[in-house]
Antibody
């Protein structure tokens, strides 16, 4: 059973870059046909897809965030990462990493709260 | 505004059958399988249906279907532990993005 765990700073200053890492255990990040994804949820609101990276390395991003987002994979550490630049208070949310398989079968991390504040 | 439309709230009594809907268009639901995700008390989401398949460990009172550009999640024999927020999601090829519905709050009376 694969497990995913988010990690990173819980507090980021406005205009800085938010950086999170997702550590995958119970399976290799470089095997299989999976989309390694990031999703976020502001307090009291719904889920918002941020982007994904495929096993091959190709990426897709939410059009509304595309100019600020980078998702990458480190196969040596079995991790994938999210970088979101020029953050504002609107980027305050719980951030989830996930392994997305075909037909919407998703394994979710437990989530980590990131607050943007000076 | 979400690309997929869900009821804001649905309620039912224990043992009742309830159906949650998720409406999109030909670019998303009309072309791709839909996943359904349960979120209890703002915890991490959990997959309860993908396509028309049940993940391991999800009770068979959950079922899914799709007709045209609308997907549905049906819970037969509602239980108190089913009270949660439910989100639908699928791929949208015109946006080249994964899209979510706004979520339905299911209350078990």
């Amino acid at each position: 059973q694969v497990q995913l765990q988010e990690s990173g700073p819980g507090l980021v200053k406005p205009s800085q870059t938010l950086s999170l890492t997702c550590t995958v255990s119970g399976g290799s990040i470089s095997s299989g046909s999976y989309y390694w994804s990031w999703i976020r949820q502001p307090a009291g609101k719904g889920l918002e897809w941020i982007g994904r990276i495929y096993t091959s390395g190709s990426t897709n991003y939410n059009p509304s965030l595309k100019s600020r987002v980078t998702i990458s994979v480190d196969t040596s550490k079995n991790q994938f990462s999210l970088k979101l630049s020029s953050v504002t208070a609107a980027d305050t949310a719980v951030y989830y990493c996930a392994r997305w398989r075909g037909y919407g079968d998703v394994d979710w991390g437990q989530g980590t709260l990131v607050t943007v504040s000076s | 505004q979400s690309a997929l439309t869900q009821e804001a709230s649905v309620s039912g009594t224990v043992g009742q059958k309830v159906t949650l809907s998720c409406t999109g268009n030909s670019n998303n639901i009309g072309s791709y399988a839909v996943g359904w995700y349960q979120q209890i008390s703002h915890g991490a989401p959990k997959t309860v249906m993908f396509g028309n398949s049940l993940p391991s460990g999800i009770p068979d009172r959950f079922s899914g279907s799709k007709s045209g550009t609308t997907a549905s999640l049906t819970i037969s024999g509602l239980q108190p532990e089913d009270e949660a927020d439910y989100y639908c999601s699928t791929w949208d090829y015109s946006l080249s993005a994964q899209v979510f519905g706004g979520g339905t709050k299911l209350t078990v009376l």
